[in-house]
């Protein structure tokens, strides 16, 4: 599948540096039976002052026999309220840039996507978010010619500092001249970290 697995150490590494000088706000890491997903996210106004939403670094790595990749990813989304009056609601826009990479193919994408965070109200240790992203052979470059991520999660906080959840999310590429590409799709379970 997709080419220069050489190259993942490099791109683990860089997200760890950056995630070291960026006084992260909440690691996660999600696991299944074929891969895993760190994450790094916090305020967005750490990186654009006056800014509300978050931005948001991860590291997705899948393993099957004889078929690595990863995709790396960096972003940005603008969040808020979205103005129902009984529901905690958030939602927001935003832009992530995608490099892929592994056993074959590479490239990258700049994706649009939306975002939303809902708590269930009178118990708001209990959320469920949901995700969306895509980029088409506009926007996608080398051997890319689509990105598309989605996923939902629902997570409880066990206090104010961590949290659990279990989730589903969908990872496709399109390829150039060849067939597309599953790089994740299933459910995983996850923790999260809060500083």
Excluded: C, K
């Amino acid at each position: 599948m997709i080419r220069t697995a050489r190259y993942a150490p490099v791109a683990a590494a860089a997200l760890m540096l950056a995630s070291a000088s960026a006084s992260a706000e909440s690691l996660n890491f999600g696991l299944s039976s074929d891969s895993f997903r760190f994450g790094l996210t916090g305020p967005l106004s750490r990186v654009i002052q006056g800014a509300q939403g978050q931005y948001d670094l991860g590291y997705l790595q899948r393993r099957t026999d004889g078929d690595d990749a990863y995709a790396v990813h960096a972003g940005v989304l603008f969040t808020g309220d979205a103005g129902l009056r009984d529901l905690d609601l958030t939602a927001g826009v935003g832009l992530r840039g995608v490099y892929v990479g592994g056993d074959g193919n590479d490239g990258g994408a700049i994706a649009p996507g939306l975002q939303f965070d809902l708590r269930v109200p009178g118990y708001d240790r209990i959320g469920l978010t949901g995700y969306g992203y895509y980029a088409p052979g506009v926007v996608s470059f080398n051997d890319i010619d689509s990105y598309r991520d989605v996923g939902a999660a629902l997570s409880y906080e066990i206090n104010r500092n961590a949290a659990v959840s279990v989730g589903w999310r969908n990872v496709r590429l399109g390829i150039d001249h060849g067939p597309n590409v599953t790089l994740d799709s299933g459910f995983y379970g996850a923790i999260g970290l809060t500083f």
